[in-house]
């Protein structure tokens, strides 16, 4: 056996190693625990089959349309400012390429991404309470003398939006940096000598060249955005019910298995929230073309 095919061969061994490990973990944290809920989903408590009968539990209770709304708004709002705000702050960071002032800004974008997302949360309580806020000042500026009235029911969204982009975006801007990274210098290059100006530039070459980086985005934080659940739950608690325990669909389906010890709605929940999500995954895939060479 020759030297490079030797070579080979041990690569390839090592790269389904990898594969095999990442398979593993997969089995045993997602698609175990997938196939768990979906069995209690469609089971009561002595394991007897009740067909749809759960999902229509859930669908029935009186907060489950209001928390499904909850969950919609704040996705439309958290989705808008991902792709819009961290496409623009990458194509910034691209043109300032190298200097001091782009690697610093690419560490501070990053820096609160290392933060889990209950402690994230903790610091914006503290953030949005005007009695201790360092932008204090700034929230009595906008009326909002006290916490409640900053956590008021109608401000949610926005606010479980600032606090998802703060901690989730900044890996994001990282990313589409590095994919700009990869944009050949010479069509750049052509685009100026033809008298393409920044805006053009990205719009016509940098921007389309992203798209799939950008749909990878969309569909991660689309899924993730269904989850909602941390920010929510830990706001309920440091408002005394102002926000309340019911907000999003995981908190509804957090209750029926930890308060009225119905598993099998609380499952049903989980499984309709993994529905929408594979759902949005398979059309933003098939009419982004997704999968299609370049």
Known sequence: M????????????AGYAFVAAYLALLIAFGVVPTGYAISFAFTDAGGGFTG????????????????????????????????????ALALLLHRLGTRATGRTLRLLYYLPG??????????????????VSPA???????????????VALDHLPV?????????????WIVVLYGALNTVSP???????IDGAGAWKTAWHIQIPL???????????????????FVEPQLLAQASVGVAGRDYSLNQLSYDFAFQYDDVG????????????????AAVFVTRSRFFDAD
């Open 52 to 87: 749809f009968t759960n999902f229509l539990t859930a669908a029935r209770d009186f907060r489950f349309a209001a928390a499904a709304g909850h969950v919609a708004l704040y996705l439309v709002l958290w989705l808008a400012a991902l792709v819009v705000f961290v496409v």
């Open 265 to 280: 709605t609380a499952a049903a929940i989980s499984v309709e929230l993994l529905v929408v999500s594979v759902c949005a």
């Open 2 to 13: 020759s030297a490079p095919v030797a070579q080979r061969r041990r690569a390839g061994r």
């Open 210 to 228: 992203l798209r799939k980086w950008i749909v990878y985005m969309v569909i991660l934080a689309f899924a993730g955005g269904t989850q909602l």
């Open 114 to 131: 290392a933060l889990a997302g209950a402690a994230s949360v903790l610091v914006w309580l503290f953030m949005l309470d005007p009695a």
């Open 159 to 171: 606010l479980f939006t600032l606090i998802a982009f703060w901690t989730g975006a900044g890996g």
């Open 136 to 150: 204090g000042f700034l929230l009595r500026g906008l009326g909002f003398g006290t916490f409640g009235e900053v």
């Open 186 to 192: 010479d069509v750049l290059e052509a685009a100026r």
